[in-house]
């Protein structure tokens, strides 16, 4: 079975730091693209990035949004990828998902809560 | 800036059928943008529909389909049960970068 778990979220304070992990398990990892997208409260879903497989060079790419702010990487040892971003702000209060993309886009994980707040 | 439009809200009876749609505001929406659909309930995960365009998952109920339509992306749902009602939110692909329509609020009356 495809699964996809993340994990490192909680509270945080403004202009701190997180890092997320996306924990995969059920398909071969190497192979596939995963990207990170999140969602505010009540809000709608806003792609983040995504780290590529080693046969496209492991090449990242983000949303200007968050370009300079966010680092995606994967450990291909451990299946897992994650999502550091520097410099929190208020706003960047979310539901933080990853998702696969093997070909298609198939597979998301259950979502991890990150709350920015003094 | 790249910005993705969908409608905002929909209302569809049941048994109807309705279209959502997906605009770019950098011009027509073609297959080359490999147009995905997802379907997000409230507290749950997005689950995708749809991918490049028109092929459905193999979950996907067979009431959705995927067009192009007048230079936008479309997921038209024929027949509409009581538990399609949810968020809808199509998926761009630009040449590097992906980017999220504002999503749609189907609702089922």
Known sequence: EVQLVESGGGPVQPGGSLKLSCATSGFIFSGSTIHWVRQASGK???????????????????????????TITRDESENTSHLQM????????????????????????????????S | QTVVTQEPSQTVSPGGTVTLTCASNTGAVTSDYYPNWFQQKPGQAPRPLIYSTNNEHPWTPARFSGSLLGGKAALTLSGAQPEDEADYYCLVYYGGVWVFGGGTKLTVL
Do not use: M
């Open chain 1, 44 to 70: 709608g879903l806003e792609w983040l990035g995504h780290v590529r497989n080693k046969g496209n060079n492991y090449a990242t790419a983000y949303a200007a949004s968050v370009k300079g702010r966010c």
């Open chain 1, 86 to 117: 520097n410099s929190l702000k208020i706003e960047d209060t979310a539901v933080y998902y990853c998702f696969r993309q093997a070909g298609t886009i198939d597979a998301w994980g259950q979502g991890a809560l990150v709350t920015v707040s």
